[in-house]
Each structure stands twice: as C-alpha cells, then as structure tokens.
C-alpha cells in the first residue's frame, strides 16, 4: 500500500468514541497525532532518536515527520539548556573537548583497523622452517650465555645487597653487614676490572661492563654509603647497658675490617663506649644509648627525669642494678673477647684465625659463636633468589675477609690489655660512687639504706662475672656510701634534735615562767605524783602499756613538759639504737664488722651532739638577764631537767656517744643541775629572808609572847622553804641542808634583823634546829653572838631572860613544831629514833625529836583570828553529836 492509499483509508473510518463517532481532532504541538489507519495501528512506536531522514519520509507521513522534528527540536533545546546550567561560561570549552574526544574515537578506531591489517599480513606470511642441526655445548652462542648469566648473578647481588644491608642492621648483625659489604665490593670490583689478560675477562667476552651496564656503578655507590653507617653502628651497639661477648666481637671486627683500626685501637674504642654507656646511666635522666644511636628511655621516663630531687629505694635500686650489670658485663665481656687464657686463645683471636684459614668448615670444637662463624656460601644463602647467586665463579662464594696475623695491626699487647682495663674498672669505681652518693641522698632512713647494701651484696654474690677482687671492690665502694649515708642520716637526726630539744626546752621555760595552765603540774610534782591517769578503758581508747607508762611517769616526776623535752632526745637515742640492731640482725656475715666501723665514724657526732645539748640546757636559763632567769619555777624546772638526765633517763647510754663521752656528759649534767639548784636556791631563799626580815622589823617593838616561842613569821618561812624543796622533786639530803644553812647565814647577815627580843625567841629556836646535825655545830657559835648583840641592844628596862629557861621553853616549842620542819631534822632512809624515845613507841616515827609535855598550854604554831564572841553562845544538842 502506498502512502496515498493508506492516507485514504485513514480518513474513510473514523474511530468511535462510547459508541458515538467523533470528529477527527488535530494533535497538540508536541504530540504524535492519534489518528491511524488499521496497519498503522499495529506498528510499534517511533524510534525516531536512530531513523535515517530517507527512512523516517518514507514510512511516516509529513506530519508525523513534522512532529518528530519538532520534537527533537524541543529535546535538543533542553539539553542545551542543561548544558549551560551545568557548564556555564565554559560551555565553548566543552564543546570543543567533546569535538576532541570524537576525534581520539575515530584515531583510535583508525590504529585498531591499522593492527588488524598488519596481524593478518603477518598470518598471512608462510612460516620458517626448523633448523636442520642442533648446537653443541661448546658452542659460542652458549658461552656468551653463560657469560650473561654470570654477570647476571654478579648485578643482582648489587642490587639485593642494599635492602639486605638494612635487614642485618636492623637485626644488629653487624659482622654479618661487614662480610656482605666486603663482598658487595669485591664484586663491584670483579664487574668493573677491564683488565683483558685472560679468558675470563669481560672485554673478552665482547662485554664492557661499566659503559653497557651504567647501573653497575650507581649500585656501588649507593652501596658505599652503607660503609660509615656500618661503623657508627657497631660502635653505639657497644653503648648499650649489657653486651654480650658475641655482640662485642662482632662490634670489634666491624672497625678492624670496615675502618682499618689496629686491635689496639679497637680496645681503646671499646672501652671509650663503655665509658659513654656507664655515663648515661649516671646521668640524671637515666637514658641509655640503643645499637642504632638512638637515645631511649633507660632507668626512668623523661617525665620522671624532671621530677624532685629524691629517689626511692627501688629506684636506687634499679639504678645501682644497671651500673652493676654495665660494670661486670663490660669487664667480662673484655676479658673474654680480648684475652687470652692459658687454655684457649681469646674469642676475637678464634675468629681472626677462623678467617685466616682455607678450610670453609667451621672448627669442630664447638666453643666460637654460630652468629661469628660466617661464610659466603652461608650468606648468599640467605639472600632471596639464593639459587641464582650459584652462577657466581667460585672465587667469590668462597671468599673470605683477608686478615695478616703477622701484621702488628692484629697483634694485642694482653698486659696492656689488662692496665687499661684496670684503669678503666678504677674510673668506673670513682664515676659511680660520685653518682651513688647523690642517689642514696633521697634515702632518709637507715632500713631503706641498709636494704640497698644486702640487696647489693646479693648481686655481687650471685654474679660470675667479676673477679673476687672486683667484687671485693665494688662491696667496698658501696659499703662506704651507705656507710656515708647512714652516718648523714644519723648526724642529721641529731641536729633535728637538737633544734627540737632547744624549741621545747624554751617554750616550756616560757609557758612556767608566764604562768600557763598546762604547765600547773609542772611546777608542782608533788601534785602531778598523786594525780591518777585515766583508767584503760574502751571509750577513752587507753591501753594496758599506756595506762602502765604513765604510772611510772609519775613515779618519776616526769611531768608533761618534762617528759616532752626529754622525750625529743630519747626518742633521737632509742631510734638509734633500733637501727643499729637492724643492722646486727639483717647480715649475720658482714654486719659486726659494719657495726664497728659505723659505731667508730658515730661516735664522735655523738659525743659533740651531748656536748651540745649540755650547751644548750646551760644556756637556756643560765643569764640572770634573761626573761626568766632569776624565776625560781623556770630555774627549778631545769634542773629537773639537768637531775634527769644525769640520773634516770636512758638518754645518755643510748646515745652510742661512748663510755667517756657519756661519762663526760653525766659530768656536765651534774655541774649544770647543781649550778642551776645553787641559783634556785639563792632566789627562794632570798625571797624568804627578805619576807621575814621585813616582817621581822615591824614587830621589833611588840611584847614578846610568854611563854619564850617562836615568831609565825619564821615558821611560816621555814615551812614555805621545806615546801619549795619538796616541790622541787628531788629527795637527797644535800639540796636540803644546803637550803637551810643559806637561810640560817642570810638571816645573820641582816644587820637591822638584829634587834627585839621575840627575834632573840627566834635565834634560840634556830639553835636548837642547829643541835640535831653535828655538822651545823659552827653555826651555832654565829647564832651566839647574834644573841648577844640583840642583848645589847636591848633597853634597860628590858632585861634579857635566863639563857636556861629560855632554851627550856623553846624546846618545848621545837618538839611541838617538828612535824613543820620535819625535812631539815631528819633523813628518811637512815632514821635514827630520838635518845629519849621509849623502845615500842608508836609515835616515835610520827615525832623522832621526842613527843612534847601534854600538861602544857597549846600555843597555836601560826597566827589565827580570834574566836567570834558568838561561838560560846552558840547551843548545840548533845545527842546530836553522838
């Protein structure tokens, strides 16, 4: 059917629209008109993106043709539009880029056309024919391969021996690193030689090797750099804290070969690196040198580099551990390496004459190191693609370092060897005990101290690898400084001391002389004695120990500031004392001779420490002008002090000062305690006498008593002295006759006292107190003439009364007065009952002068108030008083 045909009948049947025909309509603007013919209905839609022109007219109509076109008109626009959204101002650039880009498609499409026509030029030629013979082994194309190969196998070892080099000084095998450069440099020198004397030459195999392979030469120089850091290596690998005889060695035998140095020269490095790794691990931060160079963390972190001074005891510890194992690692691993015994040559000897032989096999004894015995063959194995390196001539797989034992660079003097090392050991000793000293100085207790010393002695015991000398030696380095250091520790506890003895000593000084409710006791014993300590029980938290401890402060009269101030030296004593029998019991074996040796390096501190302490107690009050110099409490208190010391506290033995130091001090306590109870006894007495002198004066005019009776005032006097003494606390004669006699003298000496007859009363009642001791006779022959000089004086109306009666009286008066002035009449330990005393009289005790008439008037000792003129008129029930 033709398109005129097919238009006809399109228009000749119309479609039906709910069964009602419908007038065809015309298609909108971009839309494909609905009406079609019966064939047309059948066809698929247009693809009108892929039709040819021709083809799209010839099965469409000019509409439809139409409409196609201006539907691609629209779908073009869109693009383009999106295209300069999308690309904006460079919308030029990408056309031309997509112009290029089919360009390069119709290039490419062109080259695979040309490849096509070629390869089927190619098939298209006939093969060659098989070659009719095969070449004998003998051949020259074989040689020349065979030549290739080899030069193969020498380039690639070229080029593997770098990366290889880094695997051996990563794993510190620095021999190993020697041998492989040594050998890296024989084949460099094998490649580059253009010698044509032989056969065996490269030129003579048509091959110039330096001007057709370029990387042989720019291998070897990549290669020659490994040369220096070889060497630097080996050399920090020997700073590191312990080495061991293999990695010295191997160390040693890299500069012998890799720097050409003397074995002299060698050993000179060696220890001059031991003596770097001794010094980092002296140095304040502790950090150690690795075998690359690099510096690491060693004993303590960077952090704690840069903490206070002040280490603790492990730390000491740990640091005294490493000098130890760098010492003994590094005299060992000398010895071993560099000397000879009389049963084996040194181990760098074994390896030298190892090298020097012909034989590849290593010696059967056994004894040298697998990781020092190397071969070429052994290396190359080790290499990747090891098969290939067999193609190398034999030459150079059987190669060895050359070594001249005859030369003077291998020869080894072994007594030098054994100064230097010597020297170097001694230096090392000096280094560390500069360093030990500042490391023990953060110990501040003589336990922590001691411990470091056993936990040395431990390590020196349970090492090989000294000698008994140096073993011996650094026992002895060690010794001296925890020696030095517990002598420090000690003398520094002893000027604690002696500045806390001097701070309490003058605080309690203070708070007696200033009158302080804490120190009420302190200036009377006699009350603190009677005073009970809490009870142990469980609410006041009060032990057995504690409750018993203070019962015998009591017995003592150690009252609180006493026992305060003497507390802070016998704590100083007795924390000694524990330290020294620390000391005995830790080392059973060493520790005697260490007692004596500290005792004898103490002693002196101690006997300059007493020394001071006397200083100290005599300066504290010694000065009249001082604040409370002339206060009797404050002048008392420290004589207890001083009596203390010299008499019941262990302060003085414990001290370890020595039998004639201690002897010494007790002296000085002594002197110092009786200096001081001279001057306490001056000022009571004084203020006593002064008391009844003055009150002596003003009763010069009154009548006297009658019957003849000591004054009030002078019993009052005698009483409160007695009492001051008691209150004192100290019970020895001396103090008290001492006391009585100055009373005696001072009242004499008062010229104006001697006047009034009541005052001669009292004259004749010291005379008669003056009767009971045969060593107070002399005073009596003063009290005379004070008598007659009161008699004197005496007006005359005023008659003197009969020395007998007088004497009768005051007798009478002495024995009922006795119990007053008991302290001065009799001695407690020695009681002797008076001569008059009937045997079984159970007053005797109560009255060792004798008991008074009962038929005689009570006269009261002391002054009293007269009776109220009420008290008679009083009226009491009789049976209430029952």
Request: one cysteine or more; glycine letters at 4%.
């Amino acid at each position: 059917m033709d398109r005129r045909s097919s238009v006809a009948s399109a228009s000749a049947h119309t479609p039906l629209a709910n069964g009602h025909p419908t007038q065809n309509k015309v298609a909108s603007k971009g839309q494909l008109p609905t009406t079609r013919t019966r064939s047309q209905s059948t066809r698929e839609p247009i693809d009108y993106t892929n039709l040819e022109p021709d083809e799209l007219f010839a099965k469409y109509t000019v509409a439809e043709v139409k409409l196609v076109q201006q539907r691609l008109r629209e779908q073009a626009d869109a693009k383009q539009e999106e295209l300069r959204l999308m690309v904006g101002e460079r919308y030029r650039d990408l056309l031309q880029a997509s112009t290029s880009i089919i360009s390069i498609a119709q290039s490419s499409r062109r080259v695979n056309e040309a490849v096509e026509e070629s390869k089927a030029i190619i098939l298209s030629q006939k093969e060659p024919s098989l070659p009719t013979h095969q070449s004998s082994p003998g051949s020259q194309a074989d040689k020349q391969l065979r030549t290739l190969q080899i030069l193969s196998a020498h380039m690639k070892l070229l080029l593997d021996a770098p990366e290889h080099l880094w695997r051996l000084m990563e794993k510190k095998n620095y021999f190993s690193s020697t041998w492989l450069f040594l050998l890296a440099r024989v084949v460099h020198r094998a490649l580059a030689r253009a010698e044509d004397q032989d056969d065996g030459g490269w030129l003579s195999q048509g091959i110039d090797v330096l001007e057709q392979f370029p990387i042989v030469q720019r291998q070897w120089e990549a290669i020659s750099h490994f040369r220096s850091q070889i060497i630097h290596r080996a050399s920090m690998s020997l700073r590191e804290t312990v080495v061991t005889s293999e990695d010295a060695c191997g160390a040693v035998l890299t500069v012998h070969l890799l720097d050409a140095k003397p074995l002299t020269e060698t050993f000179a490095i060696f220890l001059s690196q031991r003596s770097k790794a001794l010094h980092m691990v002296l140095s304040p931060s502790g950090r150690l040198a690795n075998g690359n160079g690099q510096i690491s963390d060693g004993i303590i972190s960077r952090k704690q580099a840069n903490a206070p001074r002040g280490l603790s005891m492990q730390d000491v510890k740990q640091k005294i551990s490493v000098v130890l194992d760098c010492v003994s690692s590094t005299t060992k691993v000398a010895r071993e390496t560099f000397l000879d015994e009389s049963d084996r040559l040194s181990l760098l000897m074994q390896i030298l004459e190892h090298l020097q032989s012909d034989s590849l096999e290593p010696p059967s004894s056994g004894t040298l190191p697998t990781q020092l015995l190397l071969s070429t063959q052994a290396l190359l194995g080790n290499m990747p693609s090891s098969t290939h390196l067999l193609l190398l001539p034999p030459s150079i797989r059987s190669y060895k370092p050359y070594v001249d034992l005859s030369s003077s660079a291998t020869t080894l003097s072994q007594q030098q060897v054994t100064q230097k090392l010597k020297a170097w050991f001694m230096d090392s000793l000096s280094s560390a005990k500069t360093t030990a000293e500042q490391w023990f100085s953060g110990l501040r207790d003589v336990r922590h101290v001691w411990s470091v010393k056993m936990f040395i002695q431990k390590w020196l015991h349970s090492s090989d690898a000294l000698q008994d000398s140096e073993a011996t030696q650094l026992a002895d380095l060690f010794a001296s400084v925890c020696h030095k250091r517990v002598l420090a520790i000690w003398k520094q506890s002893l000027v604690q001391t002696q500045a806390d003895f001097k701070r309490r000593l003058t605080e309690a000084i203070t708070s007696i002389g200033q009158g302080v409710d804490v120190a009420h006791l302190d200036k009377q014993p006699v009350e603190f004695l009677f005073q009970a300590p809490p009870l142990p029980t469980q609410a006041l938290s009060v032990s057995f120990k504690e409750y018993k401890a203070n019962h015998c402060l009591r017995l003592e009269s150690r009252t609180t500031l006493l026992n305060q101030v003497l507390t802070t030296l016998e704590d100083c004593a007795r924390s000694l004392q524990q330290d020294l029998a620390h000391i005995l019991n830790v080392d059973k074996v060493h520790s005697r001779a260490s007692f004596d040796k500290l005792q004898e390096g103490y002693r002196p501190e101690a006997a300059l420490f007493c020394s001071d302490i006397a200083d100290t107690l005599r300066l504290a009050v010694d000065d009249d002008d001082k604040e409370f110099g002339s206060n009797p409490d404050c002048l008392g208190f420290a004589s207890r002090v001083a009596h203390t010391l010299q008499r019941s506290s262990p302060f003085a033995a414990d001290i370890g000062c020595g039998q004639e130091s201690e002897s010494d001090f007790r002296k000085q306590a002594t002197a110092i305690h009786d200096r001081l109870l001279e001057r306490w006894r001056a000022a009571v007495v004084a203020r006593l006498v002064d008391e009844y002198h003055t009150q002596a004066v003003s009763r010069s005019q009154r009548t006297p008593p009658s019957p003849p009776a000591p004054s009030s005032q002078l019993l009052r006097a005698l009483h409160a002295l007695s009492a001051s003494i008691r209150q004192l606390g100290f019970e020895h004669q001396g103090a008290v006759d001492d006391a009585f006699v100055m009373f005696v003298t001072d009242v004499l000496r008062k010229p104006t006292f001697l006047q009034g007859l009541e005052t001669a009363y009292d004259l004749a009642y010291i005379r008669r107190m003056l009767k009971v001791r045969p060593q107070w006779e002399n005073l009596c022959t003063l009290v005379d003439d004070a008598t007659e000089k009161i008699a004197s004086k005496l007006p005359g109306d005023q008659p003197f009364p009969d020395r007998a009666a007088m004497e009768s009286a005051i007798s009478e008066s002495f024995l009922r007065t006795q119990t007053l002035t008991a302290l001065f009449l009799h001695n407690p330990p020695s009681f002797v009952p008076y001569p008059g005393t009937e045997p079984g009289d159970k007053f005797a005790p109560l009255l060792p002068q004798g008991a008074p008439s009962m038929d005689k008037q009570f006269q009261p000792a002391f002054e009293v108030a007269n009776p109220s003129t009420r008290f008679g008129i009083l009226l009491v029930d009789a049976p209430s008083l029952r």
